[in-house]
T-cell receptor
């Protein structure tokens, strides 16, 4: 089983809202990732958690706040987003730090 | 630094045609190489991988061979189907760094 699940599938929020994206995997993978993907572009890495510790932060704005409550769960808390933050947000996990398995994504629209 | 370059799209083929999508990389050391496929409205799916020189990754009729001498990992399929229409991303992993190519959109017409 190589399934990574993400909820919600779609999210529409205003610039003053606070919302969270959720990602879950039950493959025992030790690393989990958040990516942002704009239309017709490749994914851009936002955050990496390894053994539940944030190991790489690609200088993402503070209005995005990751959280890793346990080895199976990864959240992305959103606050005061801008319309340009509208994108597909992808979660991925990896056992060996090179092969990454992606979830279906959350399509975020910021009004 | 590490980078991936793949052929510009879009690519349009007729069903049963032969497919090649070119991918080259630059890296220090010995990266692992991947092809991912993204169907409309979905996340990325791992299509195939190769971890060392001369390895051939294969899946669902797709193949790619890790060529160290030409720093390439070209994707091929002998006979494409309409259901193969998607965006294909070449990627490399090297020293805790995952890099994707720009993606190539493939459309297969009946």
């Amino acid at each position: 089983d190589t399934e990574v699940t993400q909820t919600p599938k779609h999210l529409v929020m205003g610039m003053t809202n606070k919302k969270s994206l959720k990602c879950e995997q039950h493959m025992g993978h030790r690393a989990m990732y958040w990516y942002k993907q704009k239309a017709k572009k490749p994914p851009e890495l936002m955050f990496v958690y390894s053994y539940e510790k944030l190991s790489i932060n690609e200088s993402v704005p503070s209005r995005f706040s990751p959280e890793c409550p346990n080895s199976s769960l990864l959240n992305l808390h959103l606050h005061a987003l801008q319309p340009e933050d509208s994108a597909l947000y992808l979660c991925a996990s990896s056992h060996d730090l090179d092969t990454q398995y992606f979830g279906p994504g959350t399509r975020l629209t910021v009004l | 630094g590490n980078s991936v370059t793949q052929m510009e799209g879009p690519v349009t083929l007729s069903e049963e045609a032969f497919l090649t999508i070119n991918c080259t990389y630059t890296a220090t050391g010995y990266p692992s190489l991947f092809w991912y496929v993204q169907y409309p409205g979905e996340g990325l799916q791992l299509l195939l991988k190769a971890t060392k020189a001369d390895d051939k990754g294969s899946n669902k009729g797709f193949e790619a061979t890790y060529r160290k001498e030409t720093t390439s990992f070209h994707l091929e399929k002998g006979s494409v189907q309409v259901s193969d229409s998607a965006v294909y991303f070449c990627a490399q992993y090297n020293n805790n760094d995952m890099r994707f190519g720009a993606g190539t959109r493939l459309t297969v017409k009946p």
